[in-house]
C-alpha cells in the first residue's frame, strides 16, 4: 500500500518526508493525547454503563430479596420477550414458582402473587395497592376516565353507578340480550348452511357480544350502522392490549389504531346519551341502560350526583365496552367449547330448557325464568373457572407495602394477583382441570362453601361491576345456542392450546359444525 499509516507511535508518516524525526515526533505527540483523550471517554463510558448495569442488578437483587426468580435480570429490558409473546405455560411456571415471586420488564420491578391469600389482600388493600391497567389503557380510554380514580372519589363514583346493575335494569337487558343472540346465531347457521364444514367461532362470537353491549348500553339511540362501525374498528383496541407498547402513539403504530377507534365509538356513544337525554324528558320508558341511568338521576329519591355530560356518560359506557369485549367474549367461546365437548352437560342444559321454558321456545326471556336455569348457571360458574378470561390484574404498590411477615413490597412496583392458582386449587375444586359443572350444585360442597377462592371477577374495591350482568348474558346465549342448534366440535391440535389476546382464547378459534334444530 503507498500510503500506509501505522497508528503506532512513530511510523505515522511516509518515510520519504522532510524532516522525518521531528514532524513524526509531533505528529505523534498530537495523536497521542487525541488518543488518549478517545481512550478517557472510551473508558469513562464504559465505566459508566458497567456500573449502571452492576446497579440495576444490585437494585434488582435488593428488591427481590429472597422471593424465587431469577437471580440477575437480563440488562435493560429484563423478561420483555416473555411479555411480548406471553404463554400459559410461561406463566404457570412462573405461579408454581413461589407463592410471591419477582421478574423485571424494562428495570419495572414486578411481583406476582400466585395464592389466593396473597392475590386477595393485594385486591383487598386498597391504601398500598391500586389498579394499574397496561400503559396503552390510558391513552385509549383517555386520562379522565373514571376507572383511573382512587381511593374514596373512586368509590362515590362507582356507588353512582350501581344503579345500572340492579335488578330491575338487569330484566331490561335481559329481552335485548336475547334478541341480539337469537340474530346472530341464525346468521351462524345461515352462513353454514352456506358454507358446510365447521366455523371457527372467535370472530363471529366477539361480533355478537359487541353488537349486545351496543344495544344493552344505547338501546335504539344509535343506528344500524354505528353498531357495525363500532364493531368492526374495535379489534384494533384489543390487538394494542400489550403489556408494553411502543411509548408513542405515532401514526401506524397500535396504540394510535386504537385511538383512533375509540374516538369514532365515542362520537357515537356521545350521540347515545343525547337521544337518550332527550327520549326521557319526553317521558320515554327506559329500554336501555342509558335510559336507565337517565331515569335514576331524574328520580327525586336519587341522592348522588345528578349532572352527568354527554361525553362523561360516553366515556363510562366506553369504560365498561373496554373491560368486557375481551372478557365476555372469551367467556362465552370456551363456554360454547366446554358444552360441545361434554355432550352429557349439553343435554342437562336442554332438558332444563325444555322444563324452565315449558316447551315454549319462542317465548320471550325473562330474569324469573333465568333465575329457575340452576344447572345453567353452574355450567356458565364452571366454564369460568376452568378457563378464567382474565387469569391477573396488574396492580401498582402505592407506597411500601408490607405484603406477609417476610416480605414487603417495594414503593412503586408493580403487584400482580393472579387467579389461576386459586381457581384450580384441588383442595377448593377436586380434579381442577376437569370441566363438573356438578360441583356448584352441592350448597355444602367444596366449591360453594369458598367462595373467596372463585376470583374469577377480581376481589375488593375494584371487583367488576358488570359480573351479574357478564354471567347472565354468557348463560343467556349458550341457553338460546342449545335450543336452537346442535353444535359439535372439531377438536384439532390446537384446541386445547391457549392464546394470550389480552384474555384467553382457543388457539383453532373453537371451530363447530352447526346445523339448526326444530326450536331454530
Ligand atoms: C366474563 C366477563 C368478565 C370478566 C371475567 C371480568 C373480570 C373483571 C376483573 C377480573 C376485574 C378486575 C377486578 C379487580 O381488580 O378486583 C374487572 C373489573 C371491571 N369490570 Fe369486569 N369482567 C367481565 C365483564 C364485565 C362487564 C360485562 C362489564 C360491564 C358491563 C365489566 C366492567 C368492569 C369494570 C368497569 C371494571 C373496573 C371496576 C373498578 O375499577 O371499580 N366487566 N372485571
Not at 122 to 133: G, Q, Y
Not at 261 to 290: D, F, Q, T, Y
Amino acid at each position: 500500500m503507498a500510503f500506509n499509516i501505522d497508528r503506532s507511535a512513530s511510523a505515522t508518516v511516509p518515510s520519504s518526508t522532510a524532516h522525518p524525526p521531528l514532524y513524526s515526533f509531533q505528529v505523534a505527540s498530537v495523536l497521542t493525547v487525541l488518543q488518549r483523550r478517545e481512550l478517557t471517554w472510551l473508558y469513562t463510558t464504559a465505566a459508566i454503563i458497567a456500573s449502571l448495569l452492576v446497579l440495576e442488578q444490585a437494585v434488582y437483587r435488593y428488591k427481590k430479596r429472597h422471593l424465587p426468580g431469577d437471580s440477575w435480570t437480563i440488562p435493560l429490558i429484563g423478561k420483555f420477550a416473555d411479555s411480548v409473546s406471553p404463554s400459559m405455560e410461561g406463566y404457570k411456571k412462573q405461579w408454581d414458582s413461589g407463592a410471591l415471586s419477582a421478574i423485571s420488564v424494562f428495570n419495572i420491578f414486578i411481583v406476582m402473587a400466585s395464592s389466593n391469600e396473597y392475590s386477595r389482600k393485594i385486591l383487598n388493600s386498597p391504601t398500598f395497592a391500586e389498579p394499574c391497567l397496561v400503559h396503552s389503557a390510558k391513552q385509549i380510554l383517555r386520562p379522565d376516565n373514571w376507572v383511573f380514580l382512587t381511593g374514596k372519589t373512586h368509590v362515590d363514583y362507582r356507588r353512582g353507578l350501581n344503579a345500572l346493575f340492579t335488578r330491575k335494569a338487569l330484566g331490561i337487558y335481559v329481552g335485548i340480550q336475547e334478541q341480539i343472540a337469537r340474530k346472530h346465531l341464525s346468521q351462524w347457521l345461515a352462513h353454514t348452511k352456506e358454507n358446510p364444514g365447521p366455523m371457527a367461532i372467535m370472530m363471529p362470537a366477539r361480533y355478537c357480544n359487541m353488537d349486545t353491549s351496543l344495544r344493552v348500553f344505547c338501546g335504539n339511540h344509535i343506528p344500524e350502522h354505528a353498531a357495525k362501525e363500532i364493531n368492526d374498528k374495535y379489534w384494533a383496541i384489543t390487538q394494542s392490549l400489550e403489556l408494553v407498547n411502543f411509548p408513542l402513539a405515532l401514526p401506524g403504530t397500535k396504540v394510535y389504531k386504537a385511538v383512533q377507534a375509540r374516538k369514532v365509538a365515542l362520537r357515537w356513544l356521545e350521540l347515545a346519551a343525547h337521544n337518550s337525554k332527550i327520549a326521557m324528558a319526553n317521558g320515554g320508558e327506559p329500554e336501555c341502560m342509558l335510559d336507565q341511568w337517565v331515569q335514576s338521576l331524574a328520580d327525586p329519591a336519587y341522592k348522588g350526583r345528578k349532572e352527568f355530560s354527554d361525553l362523561e356518560m360516553a366515556m363510562v359506557l366506553f369504560s365498561f365496552l373496554f373491560a368486557s369485549q375481551d372478557a365476555m367474549s372469551s367467556g362465552l367461546i370456551y363456554g360454547f367449547q366446554h358444552l360441545a365437548d361434554h355432550p352429557d352437560v349439553l343435554a342437562k342444559v336442554r332438558e332444563e330448557q325444555e322444563r324452565v321454558r315449558q316447551g315454549d321456545y319462542r317465548k320471550p326471556l325473562t330474569i324469573e325464568m333465568m333465575d329457575e336455569m340452576v344447572y345453567l348457571q353452574a355450567v356458565v360458574k364452571e366454564s369460568l373457572r376452568v378457563t378464567p378470561p382474565v387469569t391477573m390484574v396488574p396492580y401498582k404498590a402505592t407506597r411500601a407495602f408490607p405484603i406477609s411477615d417476610e416480605y414487603t413490597v417495594p414503593a412503586n412496583s408493580m403487584v400482580i394477583p393472579s387467579f389461576y392458582n386459586s381457581l384450580h386449587d384441588p383442595e377448593v375444586y377436586p380434579k381442577p382441570d376437569e370441566f363438573k359443572p356438578e360441583r356448584w350444585l352441592d350448597a355444602n360442597g367444596s366449591a360453594n362453601t369458598s367462595p373467596k377462592n372463585y376470583l374469577v371477577y377480581g376481589s375488593g374495591p375494584h371487583r367488576c361491576i358488570g359480573l351479574e350482568y357478564a354471567n347472565m348474558n354468557i348463560a343467556l346465549t349458550l341457553a338460546t345456542a342449545a335450543v336452537m342448534m346442535n353444535f359439535q366440535h372439531e377438536v384439532t391440535p390446537l384446541s386445547d392450546k391457549i392464546d394470550i389476546i389480552a384474555t384467553l382464547f382457543p388457539k383453532d378459534g373453537c371451530r363447530l359444525n352447526l346445523s339448526p334444530r326444530n326450536n331454530a
